[in-house]
């Protein structure tokens, strides 16, 4: 929202400097974020005729000008401009004059042939409105030579705020203005507006509404009117505020609708048909919008249309058909009321960006569309004369009338502010609530301007940030009597605790988009209509992720495109397995490519990094599960890979048929071909939420360490077993032989051939005994040893190497 300081100052009789101005707009929630001065951003600007204008011998569209800027000499200048000629007075650009419009330092310069040493500029060189359609044109009378914001009054200060979605009545100056009276900064200006007599008659032109999304509609007909410039305040001021000049009429409705945060639109009368009313729209309906687009509306939309067809989106924009021009001589003024919700998801739906849409989203003043209709009537008829007819009115909206038993103690429990019922009074009262009663409670009335405003707690906030943040006391929390309760919950700790896991290990983490293609999302199990999105960002963004995959390789791939081919990538995110709140998981996911395994990536004089495998994406598992307190050898793993792994290189991670933790494995050769990676590429996805949650540890104290003083002992066993028998399966046997003695469990050796016989292997164990009380005898090693042999004979069929 931008405004000038004197368009401020109509509503607010302040002696308040600048400075203090911007200060307290921050300070009660209106923040600041720009503070333009006009004349001193274009000092250097000057007023200047143009003593002819000659054809340029060599360019069709450039004329070549003498130019009187005050110096006493005539300044050559080459000039593109459609409406450069002869006795024109215009704004000029010396050589070293920084042009704002353009981000350049304009200089001297030769074009085609000839010397140009300096600018002729228009409107939107200087940032004074989007017109760049020709040189800025100078009354007759203008004075040569000097400072162009001197001549033009553009002693301007222009402020820009940010307004919350909450506070529609700040998209006007009037509200703006109210809020710093209310802080004390001045006294709020506010005349009642008049009506205006109809010395016209009945209004030729009835209205209708559909009730629903426009609550209310009223229309004005006003004959015999003058079209045409608006004066030159009125430019300067939507200038100043970075809107174009249309027409007297049109800027009308703008200055109302900066003004007073009160959206108008204005129809010449005489190219409408019968009657005009809002309603919802048709299948097929189109209209050609006042920026020059078509769109196509729907019955969701509400749409202002005469008895022909649609003249335009209701709260959001005009039609160009019915719009004012110069010839105009009978209009239609238009003030109504339309729904927030209604006009947010229009505006969204089709694109358009609007000032009407931007205060009607943030809801307009109900109780404002009479009042909005006479105040254009008033300035119509002093601006461009006429005859107005009396107002056409459809349907009734007015505010919810809330009120609120507002206990004051209220603002003493919530900020710690203590107040005097005076200064809460005076603070309520000076933004428009009318406060009932004076003991501890009182009743407390919202004004229609705030339907924000609904609460208890809504009320002491008004109070908070008019009397300043900055008295709110700052007090200790107090001291906790024991010790604070858990402030993490399981699935919070498990990312934080994933997170360093995954860190620790030399990856980087990512954040990717929610949103992938369909075809990504088929690729890795999702695709369903429900996690299709109604309206996607992009055509490569329809889908809600099924998995973090997809994000991660498209990340991989962009960076190897930049030269990066060895990454380790993480991820902790949600997918999406269906539109339930139990469909939405928490995820682990995360991919190493090339050479980029724990122990480093890239080449090194000492010899060439190997390529990451499946057993670095299952050590990275490991890892992780470790952190969140989940034994991966405690967990089964089955040979089965994932959809997208490698057929034969991957598994999965479960703790039966029916709780599946996850995958790991090496990408499948279609996958990094798709992705354009150059492999291998290995990954890991395990879901957070399914993982057990680890047993509680006994609260008494734990019994010191205790360390062997006894050597321990290492025994080799070799076993013939069938392909088929997983590894797994004698490390859980010798390692449950004797667990008194058995410590530790490693398979250092793996090979087949005709020596082992067909469709057989070896595999070649070390294990470590650990004696605690005594040193072990030969005996008693053998005796282990022939338990370690009868327990993995027994669990996988096979036998003792000879």
């Keep these: 929202m931008k405004f000038t300081l004197s368009w401020l100052k109509e509503h ?40 002819s204008a000659e054809q340029h011998p060599n360019a069709d569209k450039l004329k070549v000008c003498k130019v009187d800027a005050g110096t ?37 310069g030769n074009i085609r042939g000839q010397v140009s040493n300096g600018m002729l500029c228009s409107n939107a060189e200087l940032e004074l409105s989007d017109d760049h359609d020709g040189i800025i044109e100078l009354p007759e009378d203008a004075p040569i030579g000097v400072s162009y914001p001197e001549y033009a009054g553009m002693d301007e200060v222009v402020i ?19 809020d710093l009276a209310a802080a004390g900064l001045g006294t709020f200006i506010d005349p009642a507006i008049a009506p205006v007599p109809a010395t016209a008659g009945p209004s030729p032109i009835n209205v209708h509404v559909d009730g629903e999304i426009c609550r209310m509609f009223a229309g004005r007909y006003v004959k015999n009117v003058r079209n045409g410039p608006s004066p030159q305040w009125l430019q300067d001021r939507l200038r100043a505020v970075g809107l174009r000049p249309i027409n007297a009429l049109v800027d009308i409705t703008n200055l109302v609708s900066l003004d007073r945060a009160r959206p108008l639109h204005v129809f010449d009368a005489d190219k409408l048909k019968g009657n005009v009313g809002a309603r919802l729209g048709k299948k097929g309906e189109t209209f050609l919008a006042l920026d020059g687009k078509t769109y196509a509306v729907d019955e969701t939309m509400c749409v202002i249309a005469d008895d022909e067809k649609v003249l335009g989106l209701g709260g959001i924009m005009g039609g160009e058909d019915t719009g004012s021009t110069d010839e105009t001589t009978n209009v239609f003024i238009e003030s109504a009321w339309f729904a927030p919700d209604a006009v947010a998801a229009t505006g969204r739906r089709t694109g358009i960006v609007s000032d009407a849409r931007y205060r009607f989203e943030r809801t307009v003043d109900p109780e404002t569309v009479m009042p909005g209709i006479e105040l254009a ?8 004369g006429g005859e107005p007819a009396e107002i056409a009115v459809a349907g009734h909206v007015e505010a919810p009338g809330t009120v609120i038993d507002f206990p004051l103690s209220e603002i003493t429990r919530l900020t710690g502010l203590k107040l005097d019922f005076s200064e809460i009074e005076t603070v309520l009262t000076r933004l428009g609530f009318a406060i009932e009663g004076k003991g501890e409670t009182v009743r407390v009335a919202v004004p229609s301007w705030r339907p924000d405003v609904a609460i208890k707690a809504d009320l002491v906030e008004e109070v908070m940030r008019i009397v300043g943040v900055d008295r709110v006391p700052v007090e200790p929390l107090p001291r906790l009597s024991g010790v604070a309760s858990k402030m993490l919950t399981p699935i919070q700790n498990r990312r934080r605790l994933a997170r360093r896991a995954l ?25 369903q209509p429900e996690l299709k999105l109604a309206n996607a960002i992009a055509s490569d963004m329809t889908d809600m992720r099924p998995s973090l995959l997809p994000g ?49 990536a ?70 990094v071909a798709e992705f354009d990676l150059d492999g291998p590429v290995v990954a890991f996805e395990i879901d957070l939420e399914a993982l057990p949650e680890p047993r509680k540890k006994a609260t008494r104290a734990r019994p010191p360490l205790t360390l062997s003083a ?93």
């Excluded at 009537?377 to 461009?384: E, G, I, N, R, S």
Aim: charged share 25%.
């Design 160 to 178: 820009e705020i940010a307004i919350t979605p909450n506070r529609g009545d700040c998209a006007g100056v009037r509200g703006i203005a109210r």
């Design 503 to 527: 860190a620790a290990r030399g990856m980087g983490e990512a954040v990717t988009w929610s949103f992938i293609s369909a075809t990504l999302a088929e690729k890795f199990g999702g695709g």
């Design 12 to 51: 607010l009789d302040t002696t308040a400097a600048l400075d203090e101005i911007v200060e307290k707009l921050t300070m009660i929630g209106l923040e600041v974020e720009e503070v333009a001065d006009t004349a001193a951003r274009l000092k250097s600007f000057v007023t200047a005729l143009v003593v």
């Design 377 to 384: 009537t008033k300035l119509v008829m002093d601006l461009c």
């Design 710 to 802: 006894f050597q321990s002992v290492h025994r080799d066993f070799a076993f013939v077993v069938d392909d088929g028998v997983e590894a797994a399966a004698i490390l859980r046997a010798a390692r449950g032989a004797d667990k008194a003695l058995v410590t530790d469990v490693s398979i250092f050796d793996i090979f087949s051939g005709a020596h082992v016989g067909e469709g057989k292997k070896s595999v070649a164990i070390e294990v470590t005994l650990q004696p605690r009380d005594r040193t072990l005898t030969d005996e008693e090693i053998e005796a282990v040893g022939e338990k370690i042999v009868s327990a993995v004979e027994k669990a996988t069929g096979g036998v003792l190497r000879g």
């Design 552 to 600: 991660l390789l498209s990340g991989a791939t962009r960076n190897q495109n930049r030269g990066l081919t060895d990454l380790a990538l993480f991820e902790v995110g949600q997918v999406f397995h269906s539109d339930t709140p139990e469909g939405q998981r928490t995820v682990a996911a995360g991919i190493r490519t090339a050479t980029a395994g724990p122990n480093g």
């Design 72 to 108: 006493g000499e005539l300044i050559d200048v080459v000039c593109g401009a459609p409406n450069a000629r002869t006795g024109l007075k215009s704004v000029f650009a010396f050589p070293g004059t920084h042009i704002p419009g353009k981000g350049m330092t304009i200089g001297k």
């Design 602 to 671: 890239g080449r090194h004089w000492q010899g060439k990094a190997e390529t990451v495998s499946v057993y670095d994406a299952k050590a990275d598992v490991a890892a992780m599960l470790d952190a969140l307190g989940s034994d991966i050898e405690k967990l089964q793993i089955v040979a089965e890979p994932a959809p997208w792994s490698h057929p034969g290189r991957g598994g999965r991670i479960q703790l039966g048929p029916k709780v599946i933790l996850g995958w790991f494995g090496e990408l499948h050769p279609a996958l």
